[in-house]
């Protein structure tokens, strides 16, 4: 049996602008090498779950309770230096909406670099070069894609590259919020395709956030409904 990677405990979110809290005590374990799908309808506080987990909620005017536990540490209580070293490195996100957030003047190759220089400043230009095609490859795209820019590609190739920009540090869990929403069919069983070869090839613990219960069936291993 596969153990808990990250567990939600008696977790409670409520922002200052709202009587109710939007999550009340909700409980959940995510297992290593599966993966999870957390559904829920429009507004039932699918992204701030994410969020909370990311250690991005907006602290200012949201108050949290209960536990996310992450290798021994509260999430919910690290200091911003212990969620610096966790965020992208081992528990990274495909936000919402990702596939349209590119910078449109940068080519997909200019956005990868900034990424992977940022986590080796002192990468030479051949490691860097083959990081960019692993990663391409990863997620089933050619390598030529490394030279377009957005308006170049279709959604679906673009969500690819957006799952790729989030693999860049090979994190230990990937999150996926919406990930296929607003792609057609086919081109959504090709974003499928690729998660589920990531899963099985490189062991890769997923959380899949979907608003679409049939889509939460297809992909994931189990399924936690939110109210
Ligand atoms: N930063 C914020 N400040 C105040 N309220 C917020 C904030 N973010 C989200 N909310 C509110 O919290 C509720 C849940 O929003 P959230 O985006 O988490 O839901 P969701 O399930 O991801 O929805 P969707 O599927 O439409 O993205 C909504 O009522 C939303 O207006």
Redesign the pocket.
């Known amino acids: 049996m596969s153990k808990a990677i990250l567990q939600i405990k008696s977790l409670s979110i409520r ?4 009587v109710d809290p ?1 999550i009340k005590d909700l409980s959940f374990d995510l297992y290593e090498s599966e993966i999870l799908c957390l559904r ?12 909370a987990i990311m250690g991005m909620l ?1 602290d200012y ?2 108050q949290s309770r209960g536990e996310i536990s992450y290798q021994g540490k509260n999430l919910l209580t690290s200091t911003e230096a212990e969620l610096r070293a966790i965020r992208w490195k081992e528990i990274a996100l495909v936000p ?1 909406s990702s596939m349209n957030s590119f910078n449109p003047v940068y080519t997909i190759r200019r956005s990868l670099r900034e990424m992977i220089i940022l986590q080796d400043p002192t990468v030479s230009k051949k490691e860097m070069e083959k990081r960019e095609e692993y990663l391409m490859e990863l997620v089933y795209l050619d390598k030529q894609v490394l030279s377009c820019y957005p308006h170049e590609m279709s959604g679906g190739m673009k969500q690819r590259a957006a799952i790729a920009l989030a693999m860049v540090y090979t994190p230990r869990i990937l999150i996926l ?2 990930a296929t929403t607003g792609l057609d069919t086919k081109v959504q069983a090709d974003v499928l395709g690729t998660i589920l070869r990531m899963k099985r090839e490189m062991n890769m613990t997923l959380l899949f ?1 979907s ?1 679409d219960a049939e889509l939460g069936n297809t992909i994931s291993d189990r399924k936690v409904e ?1 109210k």
């Open positions: 922002y200052d602008n709202h939007i829920g309808r429009s507004g039932s506080g699918k992204s701030t779950i994410v969020a907006p005017h949201a919402q919020d919406e956030i608003h939110l």
